[in-house]
Nanobody, 125 residues
Framework: QLQACGGGLVQAGGSLRLSCAGS????????KGWFRQAPGKGREFVSAISWSGDNIYYADSVKGRFTISRDNAKNTVYLQMNSLKPEDTAVYYC????????????????????WGQGTHVTVSS
């Protein structure tokens, strides 16, 4: 129901734009998040946006380089990634949450109800 795409191989300093389209249901009222999992590591929070777009959050490691946005009419959330670094190499997952029940829910993967299949991002040095 969530399909992420836009990953690929890019040199350090380059850019990629990830997209995550919803299908089968309307995700316009869901909060959205991006997480990533690097080889040999656990999944970590990258960025999140509330259903209205009024609240946006970033991990410190991507702040100032990544931008999350959403187009509810297209049932799609985006992650613009600039100034990419080799340490950004990971599988990127989009997720949708019906509710962030606490002020810290946005970065907890347990708070998300639906997950996409992941898209690979490789940044070469």
């Amino acid at each position: 129901q969530l399909q992420a795409c836009g990953g690929g191989l890019v040199q350090a300093g380059g850019s990629l734009r990830l997209s995550c389209a919803g299908s089968g249901r309307t995700f316009s009222s869901y909060h959205k998040g991006w997480f990533r999992q690097a080889p040999g590591k656990g999944r970590e929070f990258v960025s999140a946006i509330s259903w209205s777009g009024d609240n946006i959050y970033y991990a410190d490691s991507v702040k100032g380089r990544f931008t999350i946005s959403r187009d509810n009419a297209k049932n799609t959330v985006y992650l613009q990634m600039n100034s990419l670094k080799p340490e950004d190499t990971a599988v990127y997952y989009c997720a949708a949450s019906t509710a962030w029940r606490t002020s810290s829910s946005y970065y907890r993967d347990a708070a998300y109800d639906y997950w996409g299949q992941g898209t690979h991002v490789t940044v070469s040095s």
